[in-house]
């Protein structure tokens, strides 16, 4: 199996739900596009999806770089804490903004992790 592509598959449908998940507070909360302010509790699923694209931009290419010089379990195992993270981050952040802390460091720190393979692999292979 390849682990890598899954888990990276895995962190795009993850994104397209969350994005879902907007069109979803948008109706209910009516707030009409193209605002992307208005009702708090929309504001909130937004704001997870908006950084759920901010760390994908960091995660994606580390994920594959650090793939070419580290097994590959290794590297999918990392991203799975990622996507774990992702979900925490967003079921915390829809109840209460200021509780989304362990799911920030779960996203966060294995973004930093593979962004370290990556560049150890490259400098030193």
Known sequence: MHYVE???MLV???????IVQVGRAR???G?????VTGHENFE?????????????VALLPALFVAARFWPAQWVAAIGAVYLVGRFIYWRAYIR??????????LSMLPVIALLVM????AVTR
């Open 44 to 56: 909130r699923a937004y704001r997870v999806q908006m950084n759920t694209l901010e760390l994908m």
């Open 27 to 29: 109706g209910r909360f």
């Open 6 to 8: 899954l888990v990276a």
């Open 96 to 105: 209460a903004p200021a509780s989304r802390g362990l799911g920030f460091g």
């Open 12 to 18: 795009v449908l993850q994104y397209l739900y969350f």
């Open 31 to 35: 707030v009409k596009a193209p605002a």
């Open 118 to 121: 990556a560049l150890i692999g």
